[in-house]
Structure formats: structure tokens, C-alpha cells
């Protein structure tokens, strides 16, 4: 055997007993474990750690083409000096396989088949696999993103906004001070400010409740990048999907802050447009599934994805009762509704309220009666909805001017 028969990661040199993890799969190495065989077609990731503790992750993408000839072959050895995997010239792969007795015998001894989980009872794959979540990524937006060709990253790789604050430095002095940390290509999404420049009264107003604009924006700035086809909504799709998809992988594989960070402020723009919602119902149709997708997928990260308590939930819970309400707006005003927007809304409701108990509606009780302990019935009220219908305290007051 001069080559390996099927797309092969050939890892030299990795210490054993470190964490190291291939698309949704994470494992421990052994010293007879050399890399990974059978890789399919498609964008994957790869990362290692020293310990299996939440210490410094560090991984890059790769790409295997679809089916070519010759075999695609990836090396990389490990440097021992910064604890992660590096480019390794080939010649140097060779007489690594060389040393080991030849490619039949690493290839049959030493490489572990490619797999999405610990599961080998060949049982079927359920439907959040690797290929769902990684749908909209393509090679252009992980240049953008990772800012180097070698589609490196880390733990500790940031977005400039995501950086600490230190009074009377910028970002990038802050940046300066604490050392060198990878910048990551975010959207530049800023939630305080989400109308166009130069907009006032009216517009501002509308532009600043309904989040369609800064969506629009988003994508016009980087649209280009994305060298993606399907129209206007495609590229909706390849610019934010694509986005909200590589940062919830960082986030499940390296536990990257700035990454879950730049996601929550993806779902804070979606969930609050409005015009939006109806003029791309696809791109909606698809948000929704992925955002359905990614939830389920939350428990896998360690730590959490976020807190879904009352109080560390209240965050995306709201975002999805504002949804609600626009969807229940645009029925009530007969302006119709995408039967495919409106489905993967309510399979997403569907899995919050069985994973949490979130009620997702506007139907509340403000008053009624309340059984104590000792049996006496009180009569209670309650504000907590105040806000969200603009009663109370909340009301709309006009000022003359």
C-alpha cells in the first residue's frame, strides 16, 4: 500500500492522554492512535487540548474534496513547545509512516475510522448530525472568520468588541496590553445602535424597534464574501446562518466566550425583526430550524450553553415570546403568514416549553385567588407582564412639548 485508500488525517507525534476531538466526536488519545481514515467529503474540525479540563483548545478546519484521485492525505505533527498541532511537510509525514512499518500497517493498526459519536452498534445517525450544522458554512467565510488560511483557532481567539474594557484604552490597545489573541472576523453587529446613519424620528424609531435593517446591512457588507449563490436569501443565508453555525460549533468544541457572545447577538437581531420576516420567509424558515437544531445540541457544551433557568434563560426566552408576538401581529392583521416560518416556530416553542416548562404565549393570569398553607384564600396581583403589554407603569404617556 503506497497511499491510504480513503481520505486519511495522519497526526505525528501526538502525546497520549490529551483531549482531542474530530467534528461532534471527543475522546482521549491512546500511543497507538496516529490520526483518522475515512474521512467523508465536506468541511470538518479538529481540535486538542492538553488535558480534558476546560484549559486552552486549540483546532483548525479542514476540507476533503468529493472523491478524487489521488487520495487526500492531511498531515499535521505535534509541537511540543505550544501544545497544539502544526503544519507538517510532507516528506517528514513519509518517513514518520516509513518508521511505523508502512502505510498498510498504519492505516490498518494505527487510525480509527471516522465517526460522529461513540456509538459503533451501527444504530442511524440522528438528524442534527455534523452535516446539518455546518449546511451553510463554506471555505470564503472561514478565511473571513478565522483570518488566517490555515482556518486556525482557539479558546482564547476574540472578537474585537468581546475584549475586555479597560478605562481609557480602545479594543485594540487592550489588546496591545494583555498580548497577542487571535482577532476573529465578526459581523460587526451593535445592538445599541441599529438604524442607518443619518436616520431620524420616524424612521429611527421603527429602525431601532424592528431589527430588519441592521440584518439587511449585515449582509450588504458582507455578501461578497461569501462567493454564494440562491439570490438575495441565499446570501442571508451563507453571511448569517453561516455566521450563527461556526460560532455555536466554537462555542460546543472550544468553549470560545467571544464566539457565544457573537451568536447571542445573531439571535438578538433574527428574533426582533419584523419586515423581515415576511419578505424572506426561507432564510426565517431555516433560522428557526437551525436555532431548534443548536438547542438540542446545548447540553453538549460543557458548562451549558447558557443557564435556561428563569433568570439565565430570560434571555432567549424573551427574544422568542417577541417573536411570537410579531407572528401573532401579522395574523391578526390578515397580512397572512409563511406556513414554513410559522411550523419551525412552533416545533421550536414546542421543545423549549418540553425542555424547560417556557410558555411562549401572551396568556397569563394578572389576578386571582391563592390558597396558603393554612388554608386561607388570598386575593393576588401581579405586575411581572406590565412591560410586555405597556400597561402600569410601562403605559405609553404623552408629553407636551
Not at 60 to 69: A, D, L, N, Y
Not at 91 to 98: G, H, K, N, T
Not at 207 to 234: F, L, N
Amino acid at each position: 500500500m503506497s497511499t491510504p485508500p480513503t481520505p486519511t488525517l495522519l497526526l505525528l507525534n501526538l502525546p497520549p492522554s490529551i483531549l482531542c476531538g474530530i467534528d461532534l466526536l471527543t475522546f482521549t488519545t491512546s500511543p497507538t492512535f496516529y490520526g483518522i481514515k475515512s474521512l467523508p467529503p465536506g468541511l470538518h474540525f479538529l481540535f486538542t487540548s492538553p488535558s480534558a479540563s476546560l484549559s486552552l483548545r486549540d483546532g483548525f478546519w479542514f476540507r476533503i474534496p468529493t472523491p478524487t484521485s489521488p487520495t487526500s492525505l492531511i498531515y499535521r505533527k505535534w509541537d511540543p513547545a505550544r501544545e497544539t498541532l502544526v503544519p507538517c511537510p510532507e516528506d517528514e509525514a513519509r518517513a514518520f509512516v516509513a518508521e511505523k512499518g508502512g502505510w498498510k500497517e498504519v492505516y490498518e493498526k494505527h487510525l480509527t475510522p471516522y465517526r460522529q459519536t461513540a456509538n459503533t452498534d451501527g444504530e442511524p445517525q440522528s438528524e442534527d448530525t455534523w452535516e446539518h450544522l455546518t449546511a451553510h458554512i463554506t471555505p470564503a467565510l472561514l478565511t473571513r472568520f478565522t483570518r488566517n488560511t490555515e482556518w486556525a483557532i482557539s479558546s482564547a481567539s476574540s472578537g474585537l468588541q468581546d475584549r475586555d474594557e479597560i478605562p481609557g484604552l480602545s479594543a485594540k490597545e487592550v489588546g496591545d496590553v494583555i498580548g497577542e489573541e487571535q482577532e476573529l472576523g465578526m459581523l460587526g453587529i451593535e445592538l445599541k445602535k441599529t438604524w442607518r446613519e443619518g436616520a431620524v424620528g420616524r424612521e429611527r424609531t421603527e429602525q431601532a424597534r424592528d431589527r430588519s435593517w441592521v440584518a439587511g446591512d449585515v449582509v450588504a457588507r458582507h455578501a461578497g464574501e461569501s462567493a454564494a449563490g440562491g439570490g438575495d436569501e441565499g446570501h442571508w443565508e451563507s453571511v448569517i446562518l453561516g455566521q450563527m453555525e461556526v460560532c455555536f460549533l466554537m462555542v460546543l468544541t472550544l468553549a470560545n466566550y467571544s464566539c457565544l457572545e457573537e451568536w447571542k447577538r445573531v439571535l438578538a437581531v433574527l428574533l426582533t425583526c419584523e419586515k423581515a420576516v415576511w419578505d424572506k420567509p426561507r432564510f426565517f424558515a431555516g433560522f428557526l430550524r437551525l436555532l431548534r437544531r443548536q438547542l438540542e445540541r446545548g447540553d453538549d457544551v460543557e458548562g451549558g450553553l447558557f443557564d435556561m433557568s428563569d433568570d439565565g434563560g430570560a434571555f432567549l426566552k424573551e427574544l422568542l415570546k417577541r417573536f411570537n408576538r410579531t407572528l401573532g401581529q401579522r395574523r391578526a392583521n390578515a397580512e397572512g403568514t409563511d406556513d414554513d416560518t410559522t411550523e419551525e416556530f412552533q416545533e421550536v416553542a414546542k421543545w423549549v416549553k418540553e425542555q424547560y416548562g417556557w410558555e411562549l404565549g401572551d396568556e397569563f393570569v394578572r389576578r386571582g385567588m391563592l390558597e396558603l398553607e393554612d388554608g386561607e384564600m388570598v386575593e393576588m396581583e401581579t405586575g411581572e407582564m406590565a412591560g410586555e403589554d405597556e400597561s402600569g407603569e410601562y403605559a405609553p404617556v404623552i408629553v407636551e412639548l
